[in-house]
C-alpha cells in the first residue's frame, strides 16, 4: 500500500524542554519526521516544558526561563500548527497553575489554535471518499508508572479497555511501547484495540529516571500508522544518546 494511505499519528510528549537533559538530537528528529510526513495528524500530550519546583532536582540556574521555554515550543510546533488536533494538560502544567496561576498548557494552545484538554476522544478520519473510514483514539497525559515497562502497560491496558475506542495514547511515564490486544465482539467479532505509550525526550543520565532509580531507558518516540483497514503499526525513534 502506498504511504499516501496511511495515516501518520504523531504524539509529542514529555518533552520537558528546558531540563538540563533535555535531548535535542531527538526533538530534532521529531521535527523531521513531521516535516517528511504528508498525510498526518498531531497529538500534543502533555508537559511539553520544565517547571521548576523549590522541591525538584535542579537549581534555577540550570533552567531556561519560561518565557523562553514557551517560545521555544510554540514557534517549533507553529508550522504543523493544521496538524494538531489536541492538546493535553500534563502534570507540570498542571503544577504551574496550582502555585503560580500561570496556565503554559493553556498558553501553548491558545497560540497553536488548538482545545486543551484532560483527555481527547474523538473518531479520526483514516481516510475520504464515498465510504470515508475512521478510527476512534483516546489520549490522555498520565499513565501508570513501574520500573518495568510491560507492568506498566499492563496496568495502563487494565484502565484504558473499558473506554470505547480502538487506539489509546498515554504517557508521563517516560516509556515507548506499543501493544496490540484483540477482545471479542458481538457474535465473536474479533475486536482489535491498540495501547500506546508516548516516550520521553529526556535522556537517562541526570534526570528524573536516574533521581529516582527507575530502570534504565533511552529517549525515544513513536510514530503510528493507520491503514484504511484499521490495521494500525507503530515504529519506535530511539536516540542515539542517552
Known amino acids: ?30 521535527l523531521q519526521v513531521a516535516r517528511q510526513s504528508k498525510h498526518k495528524v498531531i497529538l500534543l500530550n502533555g508537559d511539553l516544558l520544565e517547571f521548576l519546583d523549590a522541591n525538584r532536582f535542579y537549581k534555577p540556574k540550570d533552567y531556561l526561563s519560561v518565557n523562553e521555554q514557551l517560545d521555544y515550543v510554540i514557534e517549533s510546533l507553529r508550522p504543523y500548527k493544521k496538524d494538531i488536533i489536541c492538546n493535553l494538560n500534563g502534570n507540570h502544567g498542571t503544577r504551574t497553575v496550582k502555585q503560580y496561576d500561570l496556565d503554559t498548557d493553556r498558553l501553548i494552545g491558545d497560540e497553536l489554535g488548538v482545545e486543551t484538554t484532560k483527555s481527547y476522544h474523538e473518531d479520526l478520519c483514516i481516510s475520504k471518499g464515498r465510504q470515508p473510514k475512521y478510527i476512534r483514539i483516546y489520549a490522555q497525559h498520565h499513565a501508570p508508572t513501574s520500573k518495568s515497562t510491560l507492568l506498566a502497560m499492563r496496568r495502563f491496558i487494565d484502565v484504558m479497555e473499558d473506554i470505547d475506542a480502538e487506539l489509546y495514547f498515554g504517557g508521563h511515564n517516560h516509556k515507548t511501547m506499543g501493544v496490540t490486544k484483540v477482545y471479542r465482539g458481538l457474535d465473536y467479532t474479533p475486536l482489535r484495540k491498540t495501547f500506546v505509550f508516548t516516550g520521553s525526550f529526556l535522556d537517562y543520565k541526570g534526570s528524573y529516571a536516574e533521581d529516582g532509580n527507575y530502570g534504565f531507558q533511552i529517549p525515544s518516540f513513536p510514530v503510528v500508522t493507520v491503514d484504511k483497514d484499521k490495521n494500525v503499526n507503530h515504529r519506535i525513534y530511539w536516540s542515539d544518546e542517552v
Open 1 to 30: 500500500m502506498s504511504n499516501k494511505k496511511l495515516l501518520k499519528i504523531m504524539p509529542l510528549g514529555d518533552l520537558h524542554f528546558g531540563n538540563p537533559s533535555f535531548n535535542q538530537g531527538l526533538f530534532d528528529k521529531w
